[in-house]
């Protein structure tokens, strides 16, 4: 039986615009029969590098696309990220098919966010 695989995104450019699609699980197509499903995607590493010699601040959200709506901020809203370094998150994140992790920095191309985790076929 197949299991989930080792998955990455990223190293990716944060823009100033906060409502920026940064990740979303992709659905699975093909096959005579074979129908579609979604996939998803479990977070369980994410790290935003600061190359720039001031702070920056970055916000993330889990909700609809482009949407950073009250209620579905995740991780680092507003959170300073210190010049010429990093901040590491931890955690079990999913996101399935209709999942968007949507965000930002205060200063365009100034964060790059990268991450790790698992990806898998939902049922």
Not at 108 to 113: E, F, H, R
Request: glycine residues 14%.
């Amino acid at each position: 039986m197949a299991a989930n695989k080792v998955f990455r995104f990223g190293p990716v450019a944060l823009t100033n615009t906060l409502t920026t699609n940064i990740l979303n699980p992709p659905t699975a197509t093909g096959g005579t029969n074979g129908g579609s499903s979604s996939n998803y995607i479990v977070l369980k590493h994410m790290r935003v590098v600061n190359k720039t010699v001031g702070a920056v601040t970055f916000s993330l959200w889990l909700g609809a696309t482009g949407a950073n709506a009250a209620g579905t901020e995740v991780v680092g809203i507003g959170l300073s990220v210190p010049a010429n370094s990093y901040v590491d998150w931890f955690g079990l994140m999913r996101l399935d098919a209709a999942d968007f992790l949507v965000g930002g920095a205060s200063a365009a191309t100034s964060l790059s966010i990268e991450g790790e985790g698992e990806i898998g076929v939902a049922g």
